[in-house]
Structures are given as C-alpha cells and as structure tokens.
C-alpha cells in the first residue's frame, strides 16, 4: 500500500506539475539547386589576371550580365543576392491537473548577403582585370 502510495503522488506531481518548454528554429537558406555556390573566397582563391575565359566559366558558373566595355572587350558581371529567414518558436505549458498556463512565442531575423563580381577580359579573352564587392545586411 505505501509503495502504491509513493508511485501515485509521484505521478501525479509529475502530471501535476509538468511543464515543457520547446524551442526550435528554422532556418531557410536560398536554393542554390544546379549551381555551386560563388564566395568571395572561391573568387579569391579561383581567379587570376591571364586566365582563359573558359576557366572562369568553369569555376565561377555563368555571369549575370555579359557586356562589352568602349572597345569592344567582354566583361562578365555575376550578381549573387541571398536571403536568410531564421525563426525561433518557443512554447511553454505548466499546470497543475486541468489548470493550466500557456505561453507561446516566436522571434524571426531576416540577413541579406550579396556579392558582384566585375571579370574584364582583354581581346584574346583572357581576365584583363577582376574586382568584387561583399555585403550583408
């Protein structure tokens, strides 16, 4: 009897006076699908003045925008903007048998990022020059 005693005030001091707290975040990052991922790193480390056009391509994908500059000469402009969503629920319950107290809240951030880089080729179309600029916000 006293063993049945213990397991039931027990339980329901477990019942009774539960409460959990449940914190989860998301986090949504852009979809990069059928394309590598372009960093001022891989642009760093990847380019170099005298480098075949084609070799740009393969390492950095396809440019945004292909122009031509005064003479005549092709410059490659790759815009990357990404966008990040994290959000934060946290939900709460304490109570005690059938009262109760509940709590729900969220906190959500938004970041942009993003990177253009300028690829000038000379006339045999080899990297003339090549300048980036990074941002987040």
Avoid at 38 to 67: D, F
Avoid at 76 to 85: F, L, V
Avoid at 94 to 99: D, F, R, S, T
Wanted: charged share 20%; glycine share 10%.
């Amino acid at each position: 009897m006293r063993g049945f005693r213990f397991v039931a005030i027990g339980g329901l001091a477990v019942l009774g006076l539960a409460g959990c707290s449940m914190s989860a975040q998301t986090v949504v990052a852009p979809s990069e699908v059928g394309e590598q991922r372009l960093t001022v790193g891989t642009v760093q480390r990847e380019i170099r003045k005298g480098m075949a056009a084609a070799a740009v391509a393969e390492s950095l994908g396809a440019p945004n925008i292909v122009t031509t500059d005064e003479q005549g000469r092709e410059v490659w402009i790759y815009d990357r903007i990404a966008t990040e969503r994290a959000f934060v629920d946290e939900s709460g319950y304490a109570g005690l048998i059938l009262m109760g107290y509940s709590r729900q809240a969220g906190t959500s951030t938004v970041s942009q990022r993003s990177l253009t880089v300028i690829v000038k080729f000379d006339g045999e179309k080899r990297v003339r020059d090549y300048a980036y600029h990074a941002s987040r916000f």
